[in-house]
Antibody
Framework: QVQLEESGPGLVQPSETLSLTCTVSGYSITSHNYWGWIRQPPGKGLEWIGSVYHRGSADYNPSLKSRVTISIDTSKNQFSLKLSSVTAADTAVYYC????????????WGQGTLVTVSS | SSELTQDPAVSVALGQTVRITCQGDSLRRYYANWYQQKPGQAPVLVIYDKTNRPSGIPDRISGSSSGNTASLTITGTQADDEADYYCNSRDSSGYHVVFGGGTRLTVL
């Protein structure tokens, strides 16, 4: 049974880079084409951040594209998110998930990790 | 604002049927998927590819689509169905994923 778990700092300073890792267990990350990141600011809705193909290419939300990098490490069965120049508006619960189909759906999801941007 | 529009809140009496809608021009070309999210939990996929249910999702939850509107219907609504529901599909360009703003379902 595939499981995903996010990890990374819960507090990031403004203007710095947010870095998170998603570890996939019970399933080879190369057995599936796409993996994604979604975030949810406190009390608000879901926002797709981007997705990474198991061979390394990625696509991003146009509104975040200039600040986002998503990469994959097949040797560790992990994929990662980097979001640069963060502000308080980037405070959110960040989820990783397996992406399938077209139009894409996400299943399953990690439990999410809260990242707060504050000095 | 999202390219997929959902009513912010909907209420339904226990045991009754409720329809939650998602509107957007891209839905004329692409199917919608639906997620249920309970407080403090990650979203759970309940409908994919317009009408399909993942294993473990009860058949009283169904999906449909007409024109620019996708719908999630819950029949015989139970207290446990009280949650936020989100749709997702492609944006108007067809290149990117987008989520609706979410609908909070209250069971009376």
């Amino acid at each position: 049974q595939v499981q995903l778990e996010e990890s990374g700092p819960g507090l990031v300073q403004p203007s710095e880079t947010l870095s998170l890792t998603c570890t996939v267990s019970g399933y080879s990350i190369t057995s599936h084409n796409y993996w994604g990141w979604i975030r949810q600011p406190p009390g608000k809705g879901l926002e797709w951040i981007g997705s990474v193909y198991h061979r390394g290419s990625a696509d991003y939300n146009p509104s975040l594209k200039s600040r986002v990098t998503i990469s994959i490490d097949t040797s560790k069965n992990q994929f990662s998110l980097k979001l640069s120049s963060v502000t308080a508006a980037d405070t959110a619960v960040y989820y990783c998930a397996r992406r399938t189909g077209a139009p894409e759906w996400f299943d399953p999801w990690g439990q999410g990790t809260l990242v707060t941007v504050s000095s | 604002s999202s390219e997929l529009t959902q009513d912010p809140a909907v209420s339904v009496a226990l045991g009754q049927t409720v329809r939650i809608t998602c509107q957007g021009d891209s839905l004329r070309r692409y199917y919608a998927n639906w997620y249920q999210q309970k407080p403090g939990q990650a979203p759970v996929l309940v409908i994919y590819d317009k009408t399909n249910r993942p294993s473990g999702i009860p058949d009283r939850i169904s999906g449909s689509s007409s024109g620019n509107t996708a719908s999630l219907t819950i029949t015989g609504t139970q207290a446990d169905d009280e949650a936020d529901y989100y749709c997702n599909s492609r944006d108007s360009s067809g290149y990117h994923v987008v989520f609706g703003g979410g609908t909070r379902l209250t069971v009376l």
